[in-house]
C-alpha cells in the first residue's frame, strides 16, 4: 500500500477494522514517525463523519496514559476525514492473557487501568460503538 493521505500520512498496513471503519499503520513524512490512521469506510455517512468529528475533538481534549493521543484530523483528497493518532506498540489484552500465565494481581492491574482509561474517555465524551 503507497497511498497518502493529506499528502503527509503513508499507509503501511491494514491493522483492523471496525464499526466506522479501519485503522492504519502510517508514516508521518513531516517528522519520520509511525501513527495510526483511522480512516471511515468509503461511502460512511454524514452521521459516522460527525462521530468522528466529536472523537476528535473529546480525544484532543483529554490527557491520560491508558488512551492514544490524537494528532490531527484530516481529509483525504476526496473530503473523507480521518483521524491521526499516536501508534501503540502492543498485544491486545486476549493475547497477553494466553501468552503466559498471570495472577489474579496481574489482571486486576490491567484491567484497572483499563477502566480507567475508559472512564477518563467517557467523561471526555468518547462512546466506543462497536
Not at 501503540?88 to 492473557?97: E, F, M, N, P
Request: charged share 20%; glycine share 10%; hydrophobic share 50%.
Amino acid at each position: 500500500m503507497s497511498e497518502r493521505l493529506a499528502g503527509r500520512y503513508q499507509l503501511l498496513q491494514l491493522l483492523g477494522r471496525g464499526g466506522m471503519g479501519e485503522v492504519w499503520l502510517a508514516r508521518d513524512l513531516a517528522n519520520g514517525t509511525e501513527c495510526a490512521v483511522k480512516r471511515l469506510s468509503q461511502g460512511a455517512s454524514a452521521e459516522l463523519a460527525a462521530r468522528l468529528r466529536a472523537e476528535f475533538d473529546a480525544l484532543s481534549a483529554v490527557r491520560h496514559p491508558a488512551l492514544v493521543q490524537v494528532r490531527e484530523l484530516g481529509f483525504t483528497p476526496a473530503g473523507e476525514p480521518f483521524l491521526a493518532m499516536e501508534f501503540v506498540q502492543g498485544k491486545t489484552l486476549a493475547v497477553w492473557l494466553k501468552a503466559a500465565p498471570r495472577t489474579w494481581q496481574q489482571i486486576l492491574d490491567v484491567m484497572v487501568q483499563a477502566g480507567q482509561g475508559l472512564h477518563a474517555a467517557h467523561e471526555a465524551g468518547v462512546i466506543h460503538g462497536d
